[in-house]
């Protein structure tokens, strides 16, 4: 299958270089708002066609999934693009701004019949479907409670700091935390408690959250673009906890009993980056006509959207494109 890739920075290099390395896709397209940073980017990374635009991209009829790279406050029209070119989407994480958005995007993908997915990679791993035996096992008793975190240094980086690329710890790194939260925890929210700290520019530096579950399961989560934190989640039973680090992409599991000792570890299956399986959820839904992701499917991108939405609206938070 075909992948043409909108937005010729950092990421889509992971993701050419993990289609390089795949059997069932190939790095067609690279599309950039310079045609010359999209030819440099297609040599470099053995990538077959170049586009100086995104719309003459996703009107090349043998494109037959793209892959939105672009920052948070450009998912959306980027998105849309392509579902009205009848593409299939994967688009990078945090998915939306907002949850409106994420919603009138799925009404998009579902008039138009085509995929829409969000690349939020942990969803689509192997250690994720081994994550859920060992709880489903019982080895660890009943799961009651979860905490996960996620920082870097970021602040060198415009697209996390900048409010008009939607940027923020929450949208580009407290997105893995939820999502580690949820793979755990299925029942309905109860109630959010949140706060956050601010840079200069308005966009959360730090923030955590106490999410509280219907069935009375507690989510306790934190992420920061100031510091490097051990990227840690935790599930914690009645007969014992498990760790998994990192919540992007854990390298094992590893599971303690109620004296603390290690009973059980499983490794990562061998990879090429784990961006492939995201690909490979899309390329079989599409194969299978689905228009979503069983791993990650409509509700899921929206449960989370709906977190973020509720933790910024405590804090008092808008993007300046919200204002309007
Ligand atoms: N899955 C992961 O592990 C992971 C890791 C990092 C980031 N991400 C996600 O990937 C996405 C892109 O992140 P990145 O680090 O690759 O971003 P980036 O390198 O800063 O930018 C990617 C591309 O977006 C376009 N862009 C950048 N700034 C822009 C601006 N001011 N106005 C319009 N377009 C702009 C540019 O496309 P042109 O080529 O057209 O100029 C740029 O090449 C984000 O959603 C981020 O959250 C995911």
């Not at 992007?248 to 499983?266: A, C, G, M, R």
């Amino acid at each position: 299958m075909n992948i043409g890739i909108i937005g010729a920075g950092r990421i889509a290099v992971k993701m050419a270089h993990t289609l390089n390395k795949m059997s069932s896709a190939t790095a067609y397209a690279i599309a950039s708002r310079s045609l010359e940073k999209a030819e440099a980017f297609a040599k470099e990374h053995h990538v077959i066609k170049a586009y100086g635009s995104y719309e003459q991209m996703v009107s090349d009829p043998d494109v037959h999934l793209v892959y939105v790279a672009t920052p948070h406050s450009h998912h959306f029209d980027q998105v849309k693009l392509a579902l009205e070119h009848g593409k299939p989407v994967l688009c990078e994480k945090a998915f939306t701004l907002n949850a409106t958005q994420a919603k009138a995007l799925i009404e998009i993908s579902h008039k138009k019949n085509v995929l829409l997915a969000e690349a939020i990679w942990p969803k689509y791993l192997p250690i994720r479907t081994m994550l859920d035996e060992v709880i489903d096992s019982g080895i660890i008793g009943e799961v009651t409670s979860v905490t996960a975190n996620l920082g870097f240094y970021l602040l060198d980086k415009e697209r996390v700091t900048n409010p008009l690329l939607a940027g923020g710890a929450l949208l580009d790194l407290g997105v893995y935390a939820i999502n580690f939260a949820l793979m755990a925890i299925k029942s309905d929210i109860k109630n959010i408690e949140s706060s956050a700290t601010f840079l200069d520019t308005g966009v959360d530096a730090q923030n955590s959250a106490i999410v509280t579950f219907e069935d009375d399961k507690v989510a306790l989560l934190h992420s920061t673009q100031l510091a490097y934190t051990d990227k840690r989640g935790m599930l914690f039973g009645s007969k014992g906890y498990l760790e998994l680090v990192d919540v992007t992409n854990p390298q094992s599991i590893k599971v303690f009993d109620k004296n603390y000792q290690l009973v059980k570890e499983l490794a990562r299956p061998e990879q090429i980056t784990g961006f492939e399986y995201q690909v490979q959820a899309c390329i079989d839904a599409i194969n299978a006509g689905e228009i979503e992701c069983k791993a990650h499917p409509h509700s899921e991108i929206l449960r989370v959207m709906n977190i973020m939405d509720e933790m910024r609206r405590q804090w008092g938070m808008h993007y300046p494109m919200e204002c309007n």
